[in-house]
């Protein structure tokens, strides 16, 4: 079974695009789920090249656990990086106010490097039993960072 854009999101995936990715006020319905979809197919087609060197055996599962795997996890490093370059209140006159714990961040953060760590064991664990070879994809990984505003 081949991953789509729709496997990553809530119900099948961890992705929630109207909570991980609001919804600008001026932008149209459309236009947001334009937007949301091209990151979503961008991290997926890094999903699949992460996953490549899995070409070389015949267990599709685990190449569509590591394209799953690793494209969700840029896309909560996404989500994480945003959410720490945005202040941790936010309240505008008459519209009310909006907040983030620090512990909500970190936990996406957390989360994003969950799913990279979770990749890196399958392609570890089976290069070592010699049924692929090194990937030459680099590694990622995220510098855990704390803020306080």
């Known amino acids: 079974m081949a991953v789509t854009i729709e496997s990553l999101k809530n119900p ?3 992705i929630e695009p109207a909570v991980h990715f609001p919804r600008a006020k001026r932008e149209s319905v459309a236009v947001w789920t334009a937007r949301v979809d091209a990151y979503l197919t ?3 087609a890094q999903g ?3 996953a490549a060197p899995l ?3 015949p267990d599709e599962a685990n190449a569509d656990i590591v394209t799953k795997k ?3 996890h840029l896309g909560l490093t996404a989500v994480y990086n945003r ?3 945005m202040p941790s209140t936010v309240a505008i006159d008459e519209e009310g106010s909006s907040s983030f714990l620090v512990t909500q961040i970190e936990r996406i953060g957390e989360r994003a490097q969950e799913l990279a760590d979770e990749v890196e064991e399958i392609l ?3 290069i070592e039993a010699e049924e692929i070879t090194e990937p030459e994809v680099p590694h990622s990984r ?3 960072a704390r803020f306080i505003w």
């Open 142 to 144: 995220i510098s855990p």
């Open 12 to 14: 099948a995936g961890e």
């Open 55 to 57: 070409a070389a055996i």
């Open 42 to 44: 961008e991290w997926l």
């Open 83 to 85: 959410l720490l370059a």
């Open 70 to 72: 690793w494209a969700t």
């Open 124 to 126: 570890d664990e089976l």
């Open 48 to 50: 699949v090249v992460k």
